[in-house]
């Protein structure tokens, strides 16, 4: 099965550094996640079109449009696409249909598989960008990391 994409978690690092860090630039981002800013910019545009960044033109710099306690993974998950058609499972094509098996198979997993998406999806929407800011905070400070502006 294949992994959810990176752009996912980059997309969330992004938005947790902005809700700390006032009107980081694209390059400060770049630094943070540790990837070509080509990506960031990439990213930054998919959140924005979701209407979940502003970006300022000429001197850069992002902010959140929405405050990080309204802005959920679940928002941030659909904001980059992560999976084809909204659906996280793929079925392989071309099941033998003259198979019992390759005849039955989907319909017989496609329930399981959506419940299963369902429930990913629930778990993403009951978790902010606030919370998670918190929780970076406190990992932080658990393991010694004492300043929060820095990259």
Not at 2 to 16: E, M, N, P, Q, T
Not at 51 to 70: I, M, Y
Not at 121 to 149: F, H, P, Y
Request: charged content about 20%.
């Amino acid at each position: 099965m294949k992994k959810i994409s990176s752009r996912f978690s980059i997309a969330v690092h992004i938005l947790s550094l902005i809700s700390m860090l006032p009107m980081p630039t694209g390059d400060l981002i770049a630094a943070s996640v540790n990837t070509n800013p080509v990506i960031i910019r990439k990213i930054i545009a998919q959140l924005k079109k979701a209407g979940l960044v502003n970006v300022r033109a000429g001197t850069g710099g992002a902010s959140l449009s929405k405050t990080p306690a309204e802005i959920t993974l679940l928002d941030v998950y659909r904001a980059v696409e992560v999976v084809d058609g909204n659906e996280l499972f793929n079925f392989h094509e071309h099941p033998n249909p003259a198979c019992f098996v390759g005849a039955n198979i989907e319909n017989a997993l496609r329930e399981s598989m959506l419940s299963a998406q369902a429930a990913m999806e629930q778990e993403l929407a009951s978790v902010t960008i606030e919370r998670l800011a918190n929780k970076i905070v406190a990992c932080g400070q658990r393991s010694g990391w004492a300043d929060q502006g820095s990259v």
